[in-house]
């Protein structure tokens, strides 16, 4: 029964015809080239705000990677991004160096604040981690604002430095963005087909039978979650990066909440073309929508309600009057 | 710092910290009551209690109609239960499927009402005061004011309410029966759906009424109300966040813990501190302070 289940899970994201895997392949290859050469045609703002949709679809796959291995859901991933940005900003305020140091070391920083977080609700179900990481959202303004020495306060900072001298700013936060984004979807195929992969995904479909082979739930939650943050952090860097400047005006309470947002809006996705329509979503929309501001945080809720509903619903007919045959 | 001053300070942080604290506990009550018969995280708990208090503000103030104060907030509760009954009809086809997916639709369902509140009233930030007559006296080295006192009744005739209504009424005992064992009820031909929507319109009530009584002490704004359910949110976990005592305990618990940290070391990073409480009570009370013996689920 587990053992079958397992096989089950394991294919449920592997495309299953053999026919469809090459169509799939190419069309995301042909994504890949198309993004590569959009600089040649386009300048300036979209380039911008594209580079801004990359880094923030990385911050979306994060939380999907949380949702989809751990069913677990954060509204506080946005402190894991502010802490990928701010590292970024305050390693090349304080020690003058580049992101080539500072990138890998906001990924290793928001592990390690994501293990810290996720350690003390190891053991209890998912609603008390998303509450915990509610308070996370709400703690961050406090926190960037609190430690002005070092955030800069409400001001923020700024990032100045290039990754590779003599590159106009706009292609190199275009391309650094797109291939770490492009990197990390394919580690995580891969990731999904390895053992490690496999082996949190049976902590959460069959706890018990991963605990018998010595997989405990508890060690799969706060790993789950380690990795998800470090991506998070990983995303923010990229964030700062390409935006060049970090403030905590980008970083309110619903910084987090939209990122969920744009998890759900992708379906909980983990392939790079998921991660870019959620990602394009939460950057997008408010950007286009500037005017009608008000407005931004309806749609967000109207979406998060339709596609959660129309996801999770099954068969709507069995809610209408004559339809109560179970 | 004295020993006869550190008492002369922490007879009225004590005091104070009771009095927001039972707000909190109020603001948990709700939470809890939902989580126990539906086992969805209600997110949009805070927003509704904004728009709520947003909605006596616009009917009493005259910036959208001038009536009375208690007209107005019983105009305000009619509509809390109503958008409370909508909210839950929405989230009503996936609530026996997934917590997690209804706790996600509870945040689209506060997104949409926070955005409504900032459509209506604008980013204003008013005031809103109690209709009580204003005095004060004290009492050895604590200041009593109308203010305290209104909450302090108010506090006292709710919980008194929701004992009567879950300890004697057929009501009640439905609830309790359906957060212990929502399985054997359905097979004993118990509607469930109409003990969530008592739990729901409960939930409404208790935030609005939460809402109203702290809002005099700060100011009304439309992430005031929001974020100060972040103290609800932490009630209600110190408490176990499936235990209604526990709830109103911890609501007092965090008030008073609150105003300690808020005196003696910072009052800037008061969202932090709760975090830390927070996490603190995961890892050693998983269950809450109180709830050793019945368990949360796991």
Redesign the interface.
């Known amino acids: 029964m587990a053992v079958s289940d397992l096989a089950h899970v394991s294919k449920a994201g592997v495309p299953a015809r053999a026919g469809h895997v090459d169509l799939a392949r190419l069309s995301v290859l042909a994504l890949v080239a198309a993004l590569l050469l959009l600089p040649l045609l386009a300048g300036g703002f979209l380039l911008y705000s594209l580079s801004l949709c990359f880094a923030n679809a990385l911050a979306v796959l994060s939380v999907s990677m949380l949702v989809r291995y751990g069913g677990e859901v954060s509204i506080g991933h946005s402190f894991f991004v502010a802490l990928g940005a701010y590292t970024v900003a305050i390693v090349e305020h304080r020690l003058g160096i580049s992101i080539a140091v500072s990138l890998p070391l906001a990924a290793l920083l928001g592990a390690g604040a994501g293990f810290v977080f996720a350690f003390p609700s190891r053991r209890l179900s998912g609603i008390y981690l998303a509450v915990a990481t509610m308070a996370l959202a709400l703690a961050l303004p406090e926190v960037l604002i609190g430690f002005e020495k070092f955030t800069g306060g409400f001001e923020g900072l700024y990032i100045a430095q290039d990754l590779i001298p003599g590159v106009s700013k706009a292609l190199q936060h275009y391309y650094i963005a797109l291939a770490v984004l492009v990197a990390v979807s394919l580690a995580l195929a891969h990731f999904r087909k390895s053992a490690q992969g496999l082996a949190l995904l049976m902590a959460q479909a069959q706890p018990r039978a991963a605990e018998a082979m010595g997989i405990t739930r508890s060690w799969a939650r706060v790993s789950i979650f380690t990795l998800s943050a470090a991506l998070a952090s990983l995303a923010g860097a990229l964030t700062g990066f390409a935006s060049s400047t970090v403030s905590p005006n980008s970083f309110t309470f619903f910084s987090g909440v939209f990122l969920l947002v744009g998890s759900v809006v992708s379906l909980n996705g983990l392939s790079l073309s998921a991660a870019l329509v959620g990602g394009a979503f939460i950057t997008l929309v408010p950007t286009y929508l500037a005017k009608a501001g008000d407005w931004v945080p309806v749609l967000y809720g109207v979406a998060l309600v339709v596609v959660t509903l129309v996801a999770n619903a099954g068969d709507l007919r069995r809610f209408l009057p004559r339809g109560r045959a179970r | 710092m004295s020993v006869a001053g550190i008492f002369r300070d922490i007879l009225p942080l004590l005091w104070s910290g009771i009095i927001s604290g039972c707000l909190y506990g109020v603001g948990a009550l709700g939470l809890v009551m939902v ?1 126990k018969s539906s086992r969805v ?1 209600n ?1 949009s708990h805070g927003n509704l209690a904004c728009l709520g208090a947003f909605v006596v503000y616009g009917l009493s103030s005259g910036s959208l109609l001038s009536l009375s104060w208690g007209s107005a907030v019983a105009l305000a509760l009619g509509i809390a239960c109503a958008v409370a009954v909508a909210s839950y009809a ?5 609530v026996f ?5 209804s ?3 509870t ?10 509140v ?2 209506i009233f604008g980013a204003d930030i008013v005031n809103l005061d109690l209709p009580v007559p204003r005095f004060n006296f004290s009492l050895g080295a604590i200041r009593i004011s109308s203010y305290d006192l209104a909450v302090l009744v108010v506090t006292l005739a709710i919980v008194g309410g929701l004992y009567v209504i879950i300890e004697r009424t057929k009501l009640g005992v439905a609830f309790r029966a359906v957060s212990t064992n929502p399985f054997a009820c359905e097979v004993c031909g118990l509607n469930l759906r109409s003990v969530h929507l008592f739990s729901w319109l409960a939930g409404a009530v208790l935030g609005l009424v939460a809402a109203l009584l702290i809002v005099p002490t700060t100011f009304l704004s439309s ?1 005031t109300v ?2 100060f359910m ?1 103290q609800a ?2 009630a ?2 110190v408490g176990g ?1 499936s235990s209604l005592p526990g709830a109103a305990v911890g609501g007092i618990l965090v008030g008073i813990a609150m105003n300690m940290f808020s005196f003696y070391v ?1 009052p ?5 501190f ?2 830390g409480v ?3 009570t ?2 050693f009370f ?1 269950n809450g302070l109180l709830e050793r013996a019945i368990g ?3």
């Open positions: 989580f995280v997110f929405l989230i009503a086809p996936i499927k997934s917590d997690l997916a706790t996600i639709a945040l689209g369902v506060g997104l949409i009402l926070q955005g409504a900032q459509l992430t929001p974020s972040l949110f932490t209600a976990v966040f910072s800037e990073f008061m969202n932090t709760l975090l927070i996490l603190l995961l890892n998983p949360g689920r796991v």
